[in-house]
Antibody
């Protein structure tokens, strides 16, 4: 079964850091680009960051550029998001999503169930 | 950066009716790189349409996409009870913005 399982969310104070993980299974992980997408409570979807199959191409939304770092470990079939200098507006459900292609951003055909990040003092 | 505007914000229809959802881009979407997703409450989004008109794997043929340039449409020919949800469009290729969503609710 094709599956993405996120972890690492939680309650964190403003200015602190958090690292999200996404474990992939059921497909050849290193054949595909991967992404993080977030959804604030009651709001729409926002693409956060993406990484190509070999980490050679990486992109970030302007809202997180310079604060968040995406990475992947193909040997572990895992995707990560290091989030630093967190703000209240980063509060959201963070989804891990599989790209349809290896590089060059394409639609997301597999999604995890998300991990909730709450930034509050 | 391309901005996607979806309309209407909410569509109130009855099962069996036809739903027409609009997604307008602030500039031309190259190569019709436009996708549609469905999201039900408490669930992750699901890819419905890519390339403006190609159905994703397992998507029923009552869902169809059309359009090019700056104007795109998702049509649900006959609404089934499970189709009441929020729908998002997304441009892809260079950037990956989503539209604000259209909620299809039961009238």
């Amino acid at each position: 079964e094709v599956q993405l399982v996120e972890s690492g969310g939680g309650l964190v104070q403003p200015g602190r850091s958090l690292r999200l993980s996404c474990a992939a299974s059921g497909f050849t992980f290193d054949d595909y680009a991967m992404h993080w997408v977030r959804q604030a409570p009651g709001k729409g979807l926002e693409w956060v960051s993406g990484i190509s199959w070999n980490s050679g191409s990486i992109g970030y939304a302007d809202s997180v550029k310079g604060r968040f770092t995406i990475s992947r470990d193909n040997a572990k079939n895992s995707l990560y998001l290091q989030m630093n200098s967190l703000r209240a507006e980063d509060t959201a459900l963070y989804y891990c999503a599989k790209d349809m292609a290896s590089s060059g951003w394409y639609p997301f055909d597999i999604w995890g169930q998300g991990t909730m990040v709450t930034v509050s003092s | 950066e391309i901005v996607l505007t979806q309309s209407p914000g909410t569509l109130s229809l009855s099962p069996g009716e036809r739903a027409t959802l609009s997604c307008r881009a602030s500039q031309s979407v190259s190569s019709s790189y436009l996708a549609w997703y469905q999201q039900k409450p408490g669930q992750a989004p699901r890819l419905l349409i890519y390339g403006a008109s190609s159905r994703a794997t397992g998507i029923p043929d009552r869902f169809s996409g059309s359009g090019s340039g700056t104007d795109f449409t998702l049509t649900i020919s006959r609404l089934e009870p499970e189709d009441f949800a929020v729908y998002y469009c997304q441009q892809y290729g260079s950037s990956l913005p989503f539209g604000g969503g259209t909620k299809v609710e039961i009238k």
